[in-house]
């Protein structure tokens, strides 16, 4: 099994043969109008401005927090900045306000260009477990089947539980392999807080796999996610024989780590006759866990663990253990290698146990994922003043995956000259960029 993992890994290193070639704007852009293209490149040429990432953060909390605010004239100067950005993002980053708007726009993505979504309600974190937990059991019985809906643990769980677990966890002699062990729960002086939270998320998969929806599982900070992969764990075994993963938890590739906590949870999975579900990323709260000392030491080796992870998981689905990847990335290079890996281990590029997801509006999918794959994009909707903290937060924890969409803007532009002179101009080297 070691050598099989060893070759898979080795496949995903070398340079992609390009299953599609993103060059080739003419077919991969084909789907989207010039005015959408003529939006999303001047978009993505502003976020090449030095400053601009720090000033669209600043104009969105100062817009959040006027709009919250009881002074007359700091309420109408945030009111109007969130209305003018409002204008900008909806349909671009976000929906609307509504379910109804997210459904809509879902709707569209399906009938225009095939892909698939996630849907989920702007309000990231509240203190009314209840309430969370109610609002999340009916987002997942109105969203379409096949889609995907999000969660957060620390939204649905007791945050005091999943600490002292976590304490628990890191107190073992050894941490990856003690997020396994299921006694450690009986330790717990809040064992009944873990069973509600077991509880809790079992119920909504059950409910999601009676729709044909998938669950995933948000990737929370360091010191809690041990406590998330317990509970996480928990709760997939309870679907031992299941034909799809109760959920998908997530894998943060720029953690030291990541990859052999990827395999032992697959393959504790596999020896429960259960199916895995996993949602690969670089990572979230990068910020956060740099003077943690937990973060790989560059971006390379952050890239090649990345490579690395969707190699496992693709290997496991090729050997026959029911392993489901969600492969969330805005890198070509890495979406070009697991289509080619898909392809040389003779699985179907629809397999419904591999998805690509990506955030609506920061990049087009036509380039990255080829014809026949499953890709989807996440919709987020509610209150704009509830959605502009988790904009200006994405702005800020993709400032490396937004090279990729950059890279990718010289192509906007060269589709544009081209659908505007009626010629195709030659690649250059800015073009092919990873």
Known sequence: MKAFHTAITRRLSVAPRRAVDPTNTESSLAAFGSGALLARASLMSALRLPGFVPCAKFALAFGANGARSANPAYNLAGRGVLAVAQRLVEGTFVAGESLDDALRLAERLEAERGVGVLIDHSVEDAVDLGANRARKARLVDAVPAGAMVPLKATALADVAMLEELSDLVARADDPDAARLDGALADRLDSSHAYAEAVDCLAALGEAAGRRGVALLLDAERTPIQPAVDHVALAVLRRFAGAPRPALYNTYQCYLAGSGRRLRLDEAACAAAGAPFGAKVVRGAYLADERPTGKVRESKAATDAAYDAALASMLGA???????????ATHNPDSAAKAVDALDELGLRRDDERVAFAQILGIDVESPFCCPGCRARKLVL???????????????????????????????LWRELRRRAFGRTAAASPADLAP
């Open 317 to 327: 689905a090729a050997a026959g253990r029911p392993a489901f990847l969600v492969a």
């Open 381 to 411: 909707y509610g209150a704009f003043d509830d959605v502009a903290p988790w904009i200006a937060r994405r702005l800020d924890e993709n400032k490396d995956a937004l090279g990729a969409p950059i890279a990718e803007n010289a192509l």
